[in-house]
């Protein structure tokens, strides 16, 4: 039933989106625009759609169309946010920023919130996530990870004066806030399925609803969640490190293997020059200073052996 | 007086890029208008017309995008068109479609409801005066329906204008997203930026809406 | 399409219908209340509220919900206004129908002419009497399709709820796509649930319309 609807709102859809995509080329949305086109023109081509997987530019295909698509979080600070120019900033910036140098290419940023981030490479919306993506086995069905380039686990922040150091016996009129899509959501409902949650779709609605104090705790990232408590008064992390020790990684569409091996080797060539070192201290040291830098960088896709 | 945050907002170009999500938002509307208000004339004088099948055709399709909330149309195209055709579209052409089929489907109801507000009798005295039917609509019946139409429609453009705030859940960055943004990016030098810049935001939008608001009441004064 | 997930999920939509339907119906009370209110205040023209009214009205029918409901969620804190998602939903909501109701209101009771009421009250009827007997029940009616208009608008607005972290449907469905990447299954329930809400609405509103339709009078 719904393939009928869609197919006649799509049909009446086809006829404007041609005039659409012309009247839309403005300015810095004609790079996206084009690619959306032949990115349609592709598909197109295989009558068959219901796989909806050959979505993604190839090597090739990005660097002969001038610019990569490179999704990021805009309210992640200091990994990936918009400074008060308009610019976008953070660690997982400063990465892509180089990606598009070394590939002779423009970067083209695009806002991504967490629960999107599989769905914007599945649609080939993006060319590579770069947005703090943890790398998980459930994931990995769903995309393709290159090396990692950085060290996470969960944590879980609290004001000073209510300091949660554990989520055994639990209050139940208490909640957590999670972000809808991250992996502490996915590991508190496996593993604590009887804590209320209160769920936001980004980063910038948690963070605003935690300082007003909608819930007790924030569970997220544990580099995030300590990156807040440094850069806010009246926070303490009391649980710094919560489930596995994992990665984060950039991560394209299933199947671009030509983009995926250029990640790996750009991130081991970068290796040498001790790159991440050199990322975490223009943008990560404001926030921790050094003490969390060996810690947090990977060097090189090599993460320490267990 | 507490700071309220609304300094945060001159620094930089914080304003610029607040009016730049502003217009990101007025353009996306404004093309679907252009675009709906002739698609909207054809449909609602289609639904209008004796043969069954348009007819029915019409009615469906204006019912199955009423229904539905806007937001969720705009899921369905932004994230399953991809899906189910392997369309890849961006979020601001994802949002021109979804507000062209609303808009198209909202003009069509007004100019149907326009053309059958006008009584038959006027129909009839005009082809007892001798009028052709060329000339009835020319004289009589599009004037009339003209400035019946037009408040409405001056109308449908500030709800669509309203509507269009709804593409930050897709991912468009507009006015609400570089609102997000600006507060994010300086929680620690204004912690209370979220009261000012969306009480900014807010404003920005009623005073863009209401100068429209008031032009299609005028309107629709001086023509009742 | 995957079925298992469907079955297994289902029971999380429910919930969330059955939250959307509750504030959406608590929210559309509260602006019934407010928009009669506001009605009256501008059928009998109450100075001052009456100018009080007017300014209301025309900032929420020109800013949008999602807008308000940010501005109520995420700023009022910062003055110490503290509210949960659902209070803020119910205020948004009633906030915004509370216009939209008293201009289906006002059109109703200023569309009765007033020879009607002259002739009511040389009839003999008390000013009581005329209001009961004459004026409300041909207001009511003409007001009715803009009312359940109304009142369908509101249910679809709920769906900007999820913006401040309410689980209604929408967010349910985002959710989903988030955890599960199942994006045709989440799509597919959250249009399904919505159908189930609003398609008896909206078939209801249309059958009440043609009923009233023949209490018109005039043309």
Redesign the interface.
């Given at each position: 039933m719904k393939n009928w609807k869609k197919l006649l709102s799509l049909g009446l859809a086809v006829a404007l989106s041609v005039g659409v995509l012309t009247g839309c080329g403005s300015k810095e949305e004609t790079a996206a625009d084009a690619s959306a086109t032949e990115a349609t023109d592709a598909a197109d081509s295989t009558a068959d759609a219901a796989k909806g997987n050959e979505v993604y530019r190839t090597l090739d295909e990005i660097k002969e169309s001038g610019t990569i698509n490179i999704g990021v979080f805009s309210d992640k600070n200091p990994f990936g946010y918009v400074d008060e120019n308009g610019e976008y900033q953070g660690y997982d910036v400063y990465f892509a920023n180089r990606i598009g140098e070394d590939l002779g290419v423009k970067v083209n940023f695009v806002s991504t919130e967490a629960a999107n981030r599989i769905e914007y490479l599945q649609t080939g919306k993006v060319d590579i996530i770069l947005a703090n993506f943890t790398v998980t086995d459930e994931r990995k069905e769903e995309v393709d990870f290159a090396l990692p380039y950085m060290n996470v686990a969960l944590g879980v922040v609290s004001r000073n004066d209510n300091v949660i150091e554990s989520l055994d016996n639990w209050n139940p009129d208490d909640s957590i806030i999670v972000i809808s899509g991250t992996t502490a959501e996915t590991y508190l409902i496996a593993n604590y399925p009887d804590i209320p949650l209160q769920k936001f779709d980004s980063y910038a609605t948690a963070k605003e609803a935690f300082e007003n104090g909608t819930s007790v705790a924030w569970a997220n990232d544990n580099t995030e969640v300590i990156a807040f408590s440094l850069q806010n008064d009246g926070y303490t992390v009391g649980i710094p490190s919560l489930g596995s020790a994992d990665t984060i990684a950039p991560a394209v569409t299933q199947g671009n293997t030509t983009l995926l091996d250029w990640i790996n080797d750009e991130i081991k060539s970068l290796g040498e020059e001790n790159f991440f070192h050199a990322d975490y201290e223009a943008t990560l040291t404001d926030t921790y200073g050094s003490e969390y830098e060996d810690s947090l960088v990977v060097e090189g896709g090599v993460t320490d052996a267990e | 007086m507490p700071d309220l945050g609304i300094d945060v907002l001159f620094k930089g170009t914080n304003m610029l890029r607040l009016l730049g999500g502003l217009w990101v938002a007025a353009r996306i509307s404004l093309i679907s208008i252009v675009i709906s208000m002739p698609l909207g004339i054809l449909v609602g004088a289609l639904m209008t017309m004796k043969n069954k099948i348009v007819r029915a055709i019409c009615r469906i399709y204006l019912e199955i995008i009423r229904i539905m909330p806007q937001l969720v149309l705009l899921f369905i195209v932004y994230f399953g068109t991809t899906r189910a055709m392997g369309w890849n579209l961006s979020g601001e052409v994802a949002s021109v479609i979804v507000f062209t089929l609303w808009g198209t489907a909202e003009m069509a109801d007004l100019v149907r409801g326009a053309l059958i507000s006008i009584p038959k009798h006027q129909y009839e005295s005009a082809e007892a005066l001798g009028l052709t039917k060329v000339q009835t609509y020319i004289y009589i019946i599009i004037p009339q329906t003209v400035r019946r139409l037009i408040p409405l429609s001056i109308n449908l453009i500030t709800r669509m204008i309203k509507t269009t705030s709804l593409v930050l859940m897709i991912g468009v960055v507009e006015m609400l997203k570089v609102a997000q943004q600006i507060i994010e990016a300086n929680r620690m030098t204004s912690p209370n930026a979220a009261f000012g810049v969306f009480l900014v935001v807010f404003l920005l939008y009623f005073l863009v809406c209401w100068p429209i608001s008031m032009l299609a009441k005028y309107l629709e004064k001086k023509w009742r | 399409m995957n079925w298992e997930f469907i079955g297994k999920y289902l029971p999380l939509y429910e919930r969330a219908a059955v939250l959307t339907v509750k504030i959406g119906l608590i929210g559309i009370a509260f602006a019934i209340l407010v928009g009669l209110l506001c009605a009256a205040i501008q059928y009998y023209k109450v100075p001052v509220a009456r100018q009080i009214v007017a300014v209301y009205v025309?900032?929420s029918?020109?800013?949008?919900l999602?807008?308000?409901l940010?501005?109520i969620?995420?700023?009022?804190?910062?003055?110490g206004i503290?509210l949960t998602p659902e209070v803020c939903g119910v205020i948004g909501l009633a906030f915004l129908g509370g216009s939209y109701m008293a201009e289906a209101f006002r059109s109703g009771l200023e569309s009765i002419e007033p020879i009607q009421k002259e002739s009511a009250i040389s009839l003999g009827m008390n000013h009581r009497q005329t209001f009961q007997y004459v004026i409300l029940p041909q207001a009511i009616s003409v007001s009715v399709p803009a009312f359940v208009a109304n009142v369908?608008f509101l249910l679809?607005?709920?769906?900007?709820f999820?913006?401040?972290?309410l689980?209604d449907l929408?967010?349910t469905?985002?959710?989903l796509?988030?955890?599960y990447?199942k994006?045709?299954e989440s799509?597919?329930l959250?249009?399904v649930f919505?159908?189930i809400i609003?398609?008896p609405v909206?078939i209801l509103g249309t059958l009440l319309e043609r009923r009233v339709r023949y209490a018109g009078f005039g043309?």
């Open positions: - | - | 025309e900032i029918r020109n800013t949008p999602l807008v308000q940010f501005f969620y995420y700023g009022f804190p910062k003055i503290r369908i679809k607005e709920t769906s900007v999820s913006a401040i972290s689980m929408m967010f469905a985002k959710d796509i988030g955890l990447y994006t045709t799509l597919f959250l249009v919505y159908l609003l398609l909206s043309d």
